[in-house]
């Protein structure tokens, strides 16, 4: 059972964490968020994002993360410092051997993350930068996993915090995330520590697995980001070695926690939409199928004015490749079935989409195997906060 | 050059059109439209929707294409009976029917077309089609290209109509559409004809070649649809055989005339986005990389608040698989460089984008091909007009 909990990433023993205002935002808001692992085991894993165009601080995590070493993860919002030139990537590399400097630890067991407004990086970025590791280092404490989650917010309404207990270990997280959430790997900047005794090779393997079946699931607007990573750090303070499936099945119901976390903060959604593809030939078919209702904007659009377009379904699965007659699927809305067979079923008027939660079911009609996609709908909201101002 | 004309279809010699109402729109507009070639010959080609759910129009159509020959192509708004099983089915071959015995032809001869509200196609609205074709016939005329192109509108805010004029042969051309509009062949409906004396094989390949630098590099919402075809037809009644290259060409500016006018008129726009990739490696990589930005919402809306992030270029051109360096691209909004080579150029207060006709240069800087798309920005109205009623 997934618990709630005020700690996040320091509710798993061995870990500290601190958020500081270092003035990154204009609201003065807490903008560098700093997550130290006390050991005594100092391993990491962690996942990045697939695109192509990828900010300073994934390229650097991505060296950083290849012995499996973290000491430490430093994160700031209020700047994504992606494409922002060699200048950027100093000021990465400075704000890991800053810390390291700070902790006594090499600058190389640092993972950096940013995020915000793609090409902010300059030398006031830097400066204040430097200075929330300064700040964030003094400021460490045993319970600082709600500062650290507020400190990584941008446009989201509130942080976001999962923990998952078991028996003698933990494992908590946090995340940050309302736009620029598509698959690619990650999709939002998320930490997660544990204190059960895991090498990094296990650890790697566990959160592969989990993020392909949580935050890879989500896609909220289709459009990938250039700073996405999940990083996962175990301490080991717990001194037990848990089962690997136990273990794994923890950590997916940490990410999955979060990830509907992030869902339900989507920038300016009003629909949380539950897409279950059901009887698919293959898993990556059922995704596919998924994926394309998932970005399919008539549709979003649809959800939101209320709109049981059933139409716009079999439209968007169409133009997939995936194994399916596309007479012969049933389509299900809030429970109610309003397309079967290539032809309309119960009139739209049976179907209530008021909740905000909102549950489509595709029924493929040739195999046995399914995925669930997370996605949000299109509205006046979704347009303006991202019209209205540089994010 | 193109000429602006008000007889569409129907400035070519040999072809009679007529739009006709009859109820199949709440309005009381015109919804009905048919083209009849009167010779002497009866050529004609065909594109179709790629996406997998086909509507009935488009099942008939593929098989009636498939000789060569057109005599006539009856269109009805209101209604695209896709989804509408067997008996949808029948409706259509009912249409083709009733128009070949009022016309005295083969009803595998008539091409039919449908478009409207996925679903609809009840007895209600076979009976209006019908009585639609027995009304269209009646009023057939030599000028009546202009009610052919109104009937066919759907949420178009205007009929739209082109024609080229050359040495003793003419093409002419209606379209409709405004939203589902993403290429996959065609994208709406269309109806070209001319009085050149060409075959059919020639029509098909001169309307491939055109379709795919006109109607295919249009995305104006990434939304495939299910009905969508462009009709050549050619009565050979100027007895003039142009030579291939230059048919094509003429051919090619009518689709790419009736493809900037769809761009105008989509659902809720404010922007008519150009986008042009340059020096790309293949036409492939500079249309995957064009149709990646033309489908991220982020870079839409933005471009809907006047905002030239072009960090969320580099973002959505990151996902494709084009040979690039994200570092060594350069990006131009209206004129104005604001990304060089992997990092911030002109300030974004240089670039103005109040004007509707917005131009996005992305230089790949790899090799000498390039492709324009053209699409739309993302807006309120979008979002209004595909959720506050079905369409």
Chains 1, 2 share one sequence.
């Not at 935050?215 to 089962?243: E, H, K, W, Y």
Request: proline share 3%; aromatic share 4%; hydrophobic share 45%.
């Amino acid at each position: 059972m997934s618990a709630s909990s005020d700690q996040g990433v320091t509710a798993a023993a061995g870990f500290e964490a601190a958020g500081v205002a270092v003035g990154l935002k204009s609201t003065g808001n807490k903008d560098v968020a700093i997550v130290v692992n006390r050991g005594p085991l100092k391993a990491g894993a962690a996942v990045f994002t697939s695109n192509r165009a990828k900010a300073n601080p994934i390229i650097w995590s991505q060296q950083a993360i290849s012995d499996g070493v973290v000491e430490a993860v430093v994160l700031n919002s209020g700047g994504a410092n992606c494409f922002t030139g060699s200048f950027g990537f100093q000021t990465t590399h400075q704000t890991a051997e800053k810390a390291g400097e700070l902790l006594g630890v090499s600058p190389g067991d640092v993972i950096v993350c940013s995020t915000g407004l793609i090409g902010t990086g300059d030398e006031v970025f830097r400066a204040k930068v430097l200075e929330g590791v300064t700040q964030g280092v003094a400021a460490l404490s045993a319970d600082g996993g709600v500062a650290a989650s507020e400190a990584i917010m941008t446009t989201d309404s509130k942080a976001k915090r999962a923990v998952v207990a078991r028996d003698g270990w933990t494992i908590g997280g946090m995340a940050k995330g309302a736009g620029m959430l598509a698959p690619g790997l990650a999709t939002m900047l998320v930490v997660i520590t544990t204190d059960a005794v895991l090498e990094a090779s296990e650890l790697d393997a566990a959160l592969r697995e989990a993020t392909a079946v949580s935050f890879d699931r989500l896609d909220s607007d289709g459009c990938m980001s250039t700073n996405d990573q999940v990083t996962l750090l175990a301490s080991g303070a717990s001194g037990i070695r848990p089962d690997a499936d136990a273990f794994g099945a923890a950590l997916t119901e940490v990410c999955a926690d979060l990830a509907r976390q992030l869902q339900a903060d989507a920038e300016g959604a009003s629909h949380d939409i539950t897409i279950q593809v059901v009887h698919a030939a293959s898993v990556a078919d059922a995704v596919e199928v998924g994926r394309s209702v998932a970005r399919n904007n008539l549709f979003k659009a649809a959800i939101f004015g209320n709109d049981p377009n059933w139409g716009r379904v079999l439209a968007a699965i169409g133009t997939t490749d995936a194994e399916f007659d596309p007479y012969d699927v049933d389509v299900w809305m809030n429970g109610v079935r309003v397309c079967t067979a290539g032809g309309p079923d119960a009139p739209r008027e049976a179907v209530d989409l008021t909740p905000r939660a909102t549950l489509l079911v595709i029924d493929l009609k040739v195999g046995d195997d399914e995925a669930t996609i997370l996605t949000n709908d299109l509205t006046h909201d979704y347009v303006h906060e991202n019209s209205a101002y540089s994010s």
